[in-house]
């Protein structure tokens, strides 16, 4: 029952006796007040009765007779109590012969919500019907109600918790379908621009609290939203309503829609809300059926509101992640040094949209000892390890143009950590490529080591190393590797390889056996390793290719 019942109104009625006059006399009454009413003559027949019916075939009401021929109304009214689809069905005891207190107590007791004795005024036999559905309907009003919130309560921690656009138009349509609607229509404009049209279908009648149906996702128009905000909302902000026709829904959906899409037909009725003036708004239609009462229309505005700030707060997320993105791009160098006989390509690719920007970086310094490759990762991600690996490029630099060799680069870096920031700890690989490029020197402190690919296309990994920056600990001296021509060499940071849940180990094995195989061209393997390793990654990605000719 999804609209809201009136307190008193008529009711379908079960008149339960084995006495025909008194079926007659007491339907005739419960008739002339506008109830409907079924008859039983004995306990199992009225229990076949009520098994048998629908949900929505159910009487509201129960008169049983406490004398019946193959059991006592009290034993009925128990098996009416323990059965689950009945349990909340009232029950008013009628007797002519069980008058006694002792009788009226026994029947209270055993389940019954009335007990009248005959003879029976007309009057206080409609007003016990009236009282009891009275009660019964505010009671089953405030379940009703009750697991509504609930469920509206679910679905906002769901959108809140969604970690895109699609996730929050699965949880809202789904929210609609747990407050009652049949079939719901969400349309969205995502925080990058992209609009989402979720329907959210099922048989009319089966949608319900803790009730999921199909889901399905579609691009839409976005002049689908300007459509739908003509009907309800406009321009302002807010939450607002509005019934449309099945013409006026088709109308909205005209041309809007992907080819093979079909959402649920009208009528509808459309909630919109807005946060943020100029944001475009959210959407989200249901069959009327649904919004039918007062409870509902809140219930359904709420969850359409909470739609809207869920929405706002992706939105907030992708433009102070793009921000901090571009904060952190612009560490990086921008270009790098054209070097004779050395070919350079380096990618970069940040973790996914819901991450903290880490510290991920590289650097390539043409300096009087050769041209000095590094890459380097700070502890964490927040904007504060940005920064830091911002200090550290720049200091890099400034370092490697006064002329120091690897090992005392890294020395001096450790210092500048411990000094400046102390507690913060990174990990950095050099590798200075002599100008003749016949040889490298390489010095690692705690990073991935780098890996060696020579020209008959043996591949290893150069597994000299140190302790990682921000220690105070001393660096062992760069060890030399002889690079013959048409050598490659990749660095990389953990992201390409590391995980969740997998070993390390592992995922070094198989970027070996990958670069083994990977074009000499070092843009075309930057994008094959990118391809094939970070497709799904949790952290920054950064990695850096240098062919010596």
């Known amino acids: 029952m999804t609209g809201t019942p009136r307190d008193a109104g008529p009711a379908t009625v079960l008149v339960l006796d084995d006495n025909d006059t008194t079926r007659y006399i007491v339907g005739s009454w419960l008739g002339r007040a506008g109830h409907a009413v079924v008859e039983a003559v004995d306990g199992a027949q009225a229990l076949e009765l009520l098994d048998a019916a629908r949900p929505e075939e159910l009487p509201e009401l129960a008169i049983v007779d406490v004398r019946l021929p193959d059991m006592t109304g009290f034993e009925v009214c128990e098996r009416i109590k323990q059965r689950p689809h009945t349990a909340d069905l009232p029950v008013v005891h009628i007797s002519a012969t069980a008058i006694e207190a002792s009788d009226r107590t026994q029947g209270l007791h055993r389940g019954a919500d009335a007990y009248l004795t005959e003879p029976i005024d007309p009057a206080e036999l409609q007003a016990t019907v009236t009282a009891v559905l009275r009660y019964t309907r505010a009671r089953r009003r405030a379940e009703r109600l009750a697991a509504q919130v609930a469920a509206l309560h679910r679905s906002t921690l769901a959108l809140y918790g969604a970690g895109g656009t699609e996730a929050l138009v699965t949880a809202a349509a789904s929210g609609a379908t747990e407050l009652g609607a049949a079939r719901a229509t969400v ?37 689908l939203l300007d459509a739908l905000a003509h009907h309800a909302l406009g321009d302002a902000t807010g939450t607002d309503t509005a019934q449309l026709t099945a013409a006026e829904w088709q109308d909205a959906l005209a041309g809007n829609t992907e080819p093979g899409d079909t959402p649920p037909p009208g009528p509808v009725t459309l909630f919109a809300a807005r946060t943020k003036p100029g944001r475009p708004p959210v959407a989200l239609a249901v069959d009327p059926r649904a919004a039918a009462g007062p409870d509902e229309l809140r219930l359904l505005s709420q969850l359409t509101q909470a739609t809207a700030l869920a929405l706002e707060a992706l939105r907030s997320q992708a433009e102070e992640h793009a921000l901090a993105l571009t904060l952190q791009r612009s560490f990086l160098p921008s270009r790098l040094p054209a ?43 927040s904007l504060e390890a940005a920064m830091v690996m911002g200090e550290l490029r720049h200091a890099l630099r400034a370092y490697a143009l006064e002329g120091h060799d690897p090992q005392t680069l890294l020395h001096r870096l450790d210092t500048l950590l411990v000094r400046l920031r102390p507690g913060v700890t990174a990990t950095v690989c050099l590798v200075l490529i002599e100008p003749g490029r016949r040889r490298i020197h390489v010095a690692n402190a705690g990073h991935l080591p780098p890996l060696l690919r020579s020209p008959d296309g043996t591949v290893r990994y150069l597994t000299e190393h140190g302790i990682l920056l921000g220690l105070d600990l001393p660096q062992p001296p760069a060890a030399a590797h002889d690079t013959p021509p048409g050598s490659t060499l990749l660095l990389v940071t953990d992201g390409l390889v590391e995980v969740p849940g997998e070993n390390l180990e592992d995922g070094l094995a198989g970027l070996r056996e990958f670069f083994a195989g990977a074009p000499a061209d070092p843009e075309a393997a930057g994008d094959l390793l990118l391809g094939s390793f970070a497709k799904a990654q949790a952290d920054d990605v950064a990695l850096l290719l240098a062919h010596l000719h």
């Open 339 to 381: 070097v004779a006989g050395v070919d350079l390509a380096v990618r970069y690719e940040p973790a996914s949209d819901r991450s903290e920007i880490g510290g991920d970086f590289y650097e390539a310094i043409d300096t009087p000892a050769g041209l000095l490759l590094a890459i380097g990762d700070v502890a964490g991600h």
């Open 187 to 223: 349309v969205v404009l995502g925080p990058h621009g992209e609009t989402l049209n979720l329907a959210h279908c099922s048989e009319p009648g089966t949608a319900g609290p803790g009730q999921q149906a199909a889901v399905r996702v579609a691009t839409a128009s976005p002049d």
